[in-house]
């Protein structure tokens, strides 16, 4: 099993910018699909990004344009830059990798936007 440590939430004003960073246990470079998933108070869990393997992205349409992932195999390491943020991008965000059959997730790091 693939362990995952999310890093790099915090508070940060409207506009602002973050950097989360995703740590693997293990090399990344096999897994088909790593990606972004964040939740919200009383709100489920939501697909935010997605990276493949090949380097083909996919984002939601609420943060298409501000948010950008990437990943780094040397470094077994996968990021998210989320840029202009706004007050309804606060929830916790979690990495996930997915290699045929199973999901491996981090435990979230927190990322809280205020107005």
């Known amino acids: 099993q693939l362990q995952l440590v999310e890093s790099g939430g915090g508070l940060v004003q409207a506009g602002g910018s973050l950097r989360l960073s995703c740590a693997a246990s293990?090399?990344?470079?096999?897994?088909?699909?790593m990606g972004w998933y964040r939740q919200a108070p009383g709100k489920q869990r939501e697909l935010v990004a997605t990276?493949?393997?090949?380097?083909?992205?996919n984002y939601a349409d609420a943060v298409k344009g501000r948010f950008t992932i990437s990943r780094d195999n040397a470094k077994n390491t996968m990021y998210l830059q989320m840029d202009s943020l706004q007050p309804e991008d606060t929830a916790v965000y979690y990495c996930?990798?997915?290699?045929?059959?199973?999901?491996?997730w981090g435990q979230g790091t927190q990322v809280t936007v205020s107005s």
């Open positions: 293990g090399s990344i470079s096999s897994i088909n699909r």
């Open positions: 996930n990798a997915y290699q045929y059959p199973r999901h491996d």
């Open positions: 990276i493949y393997s090949g380097g083909t992205t």
